[in-house]
T-cell receptor, first 116, second 114 residues
Framework: KQEVTQIPAALSVPEGENLVLNCSFTDSAIYNLQWFRQDPGKGLTSLLLIQSSQREQTSGRLNASLDKSSGRSTLYIAASQPGDSATYLCAVSPDILTGGGNKLTFGTGTQLKVEL | EPEVTQTPSHQVTQMGQEVILRCVPISNHLYFYWYRQILGQKVEFLVSFYNNEISEKSEIFDDQFSVERPDGSNFTLKIRSTKLEDSAMYFC????????????FGPGTRLTVT
């Protein structure tokens, strides 16, 4: 059974700092990995999708890397801003070639606070 | 930009009552999902739906749950007889197809069972 873990559970940084959020998963037979942002009491906003064949994906100040064989992904946020304060979730989908469906398995999230 | 919408945003119901949560997926998407998040816990997969039938379901999705696409735009989740432990945020999602496409989530319906 796939287990997804995110470290740290919470992080507080001053504005302008670069930071790294970590995600690890126990079963490397994944099809893709998605990073989401969740604001309190709100839905999930997709930030980046990395296919299992990719090593990296970038969107603006966000960069996500994937090391499938070691079961790890990182989300790098450059020049953090107070508006980046939210919970960041990673989620993996199983490899359809091994019979997996499309369901996402989520981590517990990292709660980020960027202070002025 | 197209988005997934959900109604209502908040539903309060009494234990044992039936509830229907509604979703309008992105119009050209073919795969639809329901997830839930109990307060303070992980987001959990409930069910996926493709070509007018359930594609996959979790152990949470028992006989009390059902899904339906009653017309070309709506996708519903019905809970027949709600329990206190069904209180959660329910998220609908859609993707263009299976096979690794990005899933887009709606804003969620907060269900409170009293």
């Amino acid at each position: 059974k796939q287990e997804v873990t995110q470290i740290p559970a919470a992080l507080s940084v001053p504005e302008g700092e670069n930071l790294v959020l970590n995600c690890s998963f126990t079963d490397s037979a994944i099809y893709n990995l998605q990073w989401f942002r969740q604001d309190p009491g709100k839905g999930l906003t997709s930030l980046l999708l990395i296919q299992s064949s990719q090593r990296e994906q970038t969107s603006g100040r966000l960069n996500a890397s994937l090391d499938k064989s070691s079961g790890r992904s990182t989300l790098y946020i450059a020049a953090s801003q107070p508006g980046d304060s939210a919970t960041y979730l990673c989620a993996v989908s199983p490899d359809i070639l091994t019979g997996g469906g499309n369901k996402l398995t989520f981590g517990t999230g990292t709660q980020l606070k960027v202070e002025l | 930009e197209p988005e997934v919408t959900q109604t209502p945003s908040h539903q309060v119901t009494q234990m044992g009552q039936e509830v229907i949560l509604r979703c309008v997926p992105i119009s050209n998407h073919l795969y639809f999902y329901w997830y839930r998040q109990i307060l303070g816990q992980k987001v959990e997969f409930l069910v996926s739906f493709y070509n007018n039938e359930i594609s996959e379901k979790s152990e949470i999705f028992d006989d009390q749950f059902s899904v339906e696409r009653p017309d070309g735009s709506n996708f519903t989740l019905k809970i027949r007889s709600t329990k206190l432990e069904d209180s959660a945020m329910y998220f609908c999602a859609s993707s263009k197809d299976r096979g690794g496409y990005e899933q887009y989530f709606g804003p969620g319906t907060r269900l409170t069972v009293t």
